[in-house]
């Protein structure tokens, strides 16, 4: 199975700040990769898909590049609704993973 | 609007069985691949097991396999996870999930259930 590696597992931002998340897959996987936003209780939320499309509705402050191995995500300025947990998820094969999870916190 | 309804949760003893069940809405259930997606107690997502729009294909994460079976129902527009042999580290929130689009494979998780409780303990 395809491993994901996302850093930091914490991170610790004000209000306004520019923040970057890094996912690495064990092998290759082109740009199949999403990014999702998870907060307490709730299911999680589609930010990103094939490493770089933002879907319908998210904010243009998220971004996500990256492909092969190394992808990232960016929020180009933090805002308060922004605390959560985000997580990347390959789908280049049939069996998916996740990443472990970072968790955005305030600072 | 689409609606993913998981039901069938609960407590079972170690070594038990359950069937969850995720009932569909508000889309043509029978065009998309689905997902289960679990979610262990303060701990991140587990992606299980997804299915192919008409239950041909089924592929599953290796911890489960030949202890779990997702399966689907068109007519009854119904997913399902059958859970044998369950042990202590199953327990977990089970998410029902569907492909953002329809028709070939994506992979990409479009739509989540807001999901049924696990826990497996004597």
């Known amino acids: 199975d395809i491993q994901m590696t996302q850093s930091p597992s914490t991170l610790s931002a004000s209000v306004g700040d520019r923040v970057t998340i890094t996912c690495r897959a064990s092998q290759s996987i082109s740009r199949w990769l999403a990014w999702y936003q998870q907060k307490p209780g709730k299911a999680p939320n589609l930010l990103i898909y094939?490493?770089?499309s933002l879907e319908s509705g998210v904010p243009s402050r998220f971004s996500g590049s990256g492909s092969g191995t190394e992808f990232t995500l960016t929020i180009s300025s933090l805002q308060p609704d922004d605390f959560a947990t985000y997580y990347c998820h390959q789908y280049n094969t049939y069996s998916q993973t996740f990443g472990q999870g970072t968790k955005v916190e305030i600072k | 609007e689409v609606q993913l309804v998981e039901s069938g949760g609960g407590l079972v003893q170690p070594g038990g069985s359950l069937r969850l069940s995720c009932a569909a809405s508000g889309f043509t259930f029978s065009t998309y691949w689905m997902s289960w997606v679990r979610q262990a107690p303060g701990k991140g997502l587990e992606w299980l097991a997804n299915?192919?729009?008409?239950?041909?294909?089924?592929y599953y994460m290796d911890s489960v396999k030949g202890r779990f079976t997702i399966s689907r129902d068109n007519a009854r527009n119904s997913l399902f996870l059958q859970m044998n042999s369950l042990r202590a580290e199953d327990t977990a929130v089970y998410f029902c999930?569907?492909?953002?689009?329809?028709?070939?494979?994506?992979?990409?998780?479009?739509?989540w259930g807001q999901g049924a409780l696990v826990t497996v303990s004597s």
């Open positions: 999930a569907r492909d953002h689009v329809g028709g070939g494979y994506r992979g990409i998780i479009g739509y």
């Open positions: 299915i192919k729009q008409d239950g041909s294909e089924q």
């Open positions: 094939d490493a770089s």
